[in-house]
T-cell receptor, first 113, second 117 residues
C-alpha cells in the first residue's frame, strides 16, 4: 500500500482558495487517489477521486501531476463550514485490498472568519 | 449519495458488559461493510471487513473474539464489543460499499460513541 504524507494542519480565511497537497511517492500503476472529509464526531465523506491530470466536481478539484507522486486537493472559496480533517488515500479499487481503506493522519483545515 | 445509519449514536456501559452496534444501509444493498475505530485526535483505523453471508476478515491486531461482526443481510451489519473495558472506549464507524459505489467509494455511517466505565 502506498503511504501518504500530508501536512498536519492548515489555516485559511473565508473566501480564499485552499490547496492541500499529499505526497505518495510509492503509488502503484493501478492506484487511484481519493480524498475524504471528516467533521468532528461524524463519519468521513467522499470528496473526490482521480487517477491522473485533473478532476473537478461541484465541491473540489483534484490535480495530479504526470508522475502521480503527489496530488493536490483544491477547495475554492472556503467557508467556515469547510473546517474539517481532510484525508488523502491511495489504493487500487479492484486490487488486493478489495476496497479496504487505510487512513493516514489527515490534514486539519481551520477556516477563520 | 447513499445513506448509512448507525445505532445507537452513543452508548455508555459498565466494564465487562457487551455492546452491540448496528450499521444499516438505508437505500442500497451493501455487499461489503467495513468497521473502523477512531480514538480522539487520531485517524480512522480499519478493524474488519465483512461480506454478506460470510465470515468477517479482521485486520492484524484486532481480536476477532472480542469484536464480533455479523453481516446477516445486504442492509445490516452488527459489531458486538464483548466484555468491554475502558480501553475499548472509542468512536466506532461503519461504512458500506455496494451496487451504487463507484470504484473504491464507501459510504460512511455517522459513528457510534462508546464509553466504557
Amino acid at each position: 500500500l502506498a503511504k501518504t504524507t500530508q501536512p498536519i494542519s492548515m489555516d485559511s480565511y473565508e473566501g480564499q482558495e485552499v490547496n492541500i497537497t499529499c505526497s505518495h511517492n510509492n503509488i502503484a500503476t493501478n492506484d487511484y487517489i481519493t480524498w475524504y472529509q471528516q467533521f468532528p464526531s461524524q463519519g468521513p465523506r467522499f470528496i473526490i477521486q482521480g487517477y491522473k491530470t485533473k478532476v473537478t466536481n461541484e465541491v473540489a478539484s483534484l490535480f495530479i501531476p504526470a508522475d502521480r507522486k503527489s496530488s493536490t486537493l483544491s477547495l475554492p472559496r472556503v467557508s467556515l463550514s469547510d473546517t474539517a480533517v481532510y484525508y488523502c488515500l491511495v489504493g487500487d479499487p479492484r486490487g488486493s485490498t478489495l476496497g479496504r481503506l487505510y487512513f493516514g493522519r489527515g490534514t486539519q483545515l481551520t477556516v477563520w472568519p | 449519495g447513499a445513506v448509512v445509519s448507525q445505532h445507537p449514536s452513543w452508548v455508555i456501559c459498565k466494564s465487562g458488559t457487551s455492546v452491540k452496534i448496528e450499521c444499516r444501509s438505508l437505500d442500497f444493498q451493501a455487499t461489503t461493510m467495513f468497521w473502523y475505530r477512531q480514538f480522539p485526535k487520531q485517524s480512522l483505523m480499519l478493524m474488519a471487513t465483512s461480506n454478506e453471508g460470510s465470515k468477517a476478515t479482521y485486520e492484524q491486531g484486532v481480536e476477532k473474539d472480542k469484536f464480533l461482526i455479523n453481516h446477516a443481510s445486504l442492509t445490516l451489519s452488527t459489531l458486538t464489543v464483548t466484555s468491554a473495558h475502558p480501553e475499548d472506549s472509542s468512536f466506532y464507524i461503519c461504512s458500506a460499499s455496494g451496487v451504487l459505489a463507484r470504484d473504491n467509494e464507501q459510504f460512511f455511517g455517522p459513528g457510534t460513541r462508546l464509553t466504557v466505565l
